[in-house]
């Protein structure tokens, strides 16, 4: 029986009655306090929160008018849901981000579910880091290159090969020569380029590589042509040269064919492109705003958390999500003790340390401490 525990001294309770509301009131046998007892919903309206944010659904198609279940949907609005730390040691990591107004979720997923999240205002190398601190380090990971990247993984991966999307290395050089270059070199390098996608296997990469360096070769006095602007040197074929120097830097670093070298070392297929990621996640969470437009910035935010913590390895269940996910409040709070101006020894105000530390709330522990 669903009997509820006195909360003075923990003994059984007996019905007494009912309240003007129609409520069961209990009576306790022991030192006869009264209450009543009410069921917590609490669970059951988040997975119905959760039900309409990853579907197509109206608000009035779940049991209620639409004011009703905004006003219970509220409260889910002011939570956080947050990664936690597994230790899972994966063979491949896409990672990526997805821009919203200013602001980009960073993203790191295999090929079966999402393995953390980090809300930024830039990809800068220590939002990428913080993001790589919610993990353990893969023996391969694929990105698209994004601005800050390459030094959090030398950093945080050490022992981690890099490959750069092969599909993201094609569009940069398009880019600069567009789908239908005038030039000769122009034309040449985009076929290059082209031939980038089909190289899958050693014998291939190493042809890509000799053909490349064939054209650096062949077109290296055409490149070094230039004009004089303002009494200035400048370069002619500047765009073609950009392109150069992008495929010449992932070359040297091997971040080009780096799935190649990981087939030599350990066998099978490895990836080449973050494909997984831009169709598996990111696809689904832009047709997830798709559906809901009108959200504000932050619950466009707090929605892809709410994907991709629903999409996680192992996400905790309904009624003990409500109590591990820190809300609002809480990040109030550390923004508030985050401004307080320190002060020196001598009672002059700190020049630095006044900014909130958004890497709080992103540990490689649980939620709350």
Not at 150 to 179: E, I, L, N, Y
Not at 197 to 213: F, H, N, P, V
Not at 319 to 341: N, Q, Y
Request: hydrophobic share 40%; with cysteine.
């Amino acid at each position: 029986m669903d009997n509820p525990k006195c909360g003075a001294c923990g003994g059984a309770m007996k019905r007494n009655g009912k309240t003007k509301a129609g409520a069961q009131r209990w009576r306790c046998k022991a030192c006869g306090a009264s209450t009543t007892h009410r069921i917590d919903n609490s669970a059951k309206e988040l997975d119905a929160f959760l039900r309409w944010l990853f579907s197509k659904r109206g608000q009035e198609d779940f049991g209620c008018s639409s004011r009703t279940f905004r006003r219970k949907a509220a409260r889910f609005w002011q939570m956080w849901p947050l990664p936690s730390y597994t230790g899972e040691v994966c063979d491949v990591v896409f990672l990526d981000g997805i821009w919203i107004s200013g602001l980009v979720v960073l993203i790191a997923c295999t090929k079966e579910h999402v393995l953390a999240w980090h809300l930024a205002e830039s990809e800068n190398s220590g939002a990428w880091a913080a993001l790589m601190a919610k993990m353990a380090p893969p023996r391969l990971a694929v990105s698209d290159g994004g601005a800050g990247f390459a030094k959090a993984a030398r950093a945080m991966w050490p022992g981690t090969c890099v490959q750069r999307c092969t599909f993201h290395a094609f569009c940069q050089v398009k880019r600069c020569t567009t789908s239908r270059p005038k030039l000769e070199a122009g034309k040449e390098l985009y076929g290059l380029a082209k031939k980038l996608l089909k190289a899958k296997d050693a014998g291939s990469a190493a042809a890509w590589l000799a053909e490349y360096a064939e054209w650096c070769s062949k077109w290296e006095g055409f490149l070094r042509e230039f004009a004089l602007e303002d009494g200035k040197r400048r370069y002619v074929h500047r765009e073609l040269r950009k392109a150069r120097r992008a495929l010449n830097g992932l070359v040297r670093s091997g971040t080009l064919f780096a799935f190649v070298e990981m087939a030599e070392e350990r066998g099978g297929e490895w990836d080449s492109t973050s494909n997984m990621i831009e169709g598996g996640v990111n696809a689904q969470l832009r047709e997830m705003i798709r559906n809901h437009r009108g959200l504000s910035r932050m619950r466009r935010v707090k929605a892809i958390f709410w994907w991709c913590y629903a999409h996680a390895g192992s996400p905790l269940p309904a009624a003990r999500m409500l109590k591990a996910m820190p809300t609002d409040d809480d990040v109030e709070g550390l923004f508030a003790m985050a401004s307080k101006p320190k002060r020196r020894d001598g009672g002059t105000p700190d020049e630095y340390g006044a900014g909130v530390a958004w890497g709080e709330f992103h540990t490689a522990v649980e939620y709350r401490q």
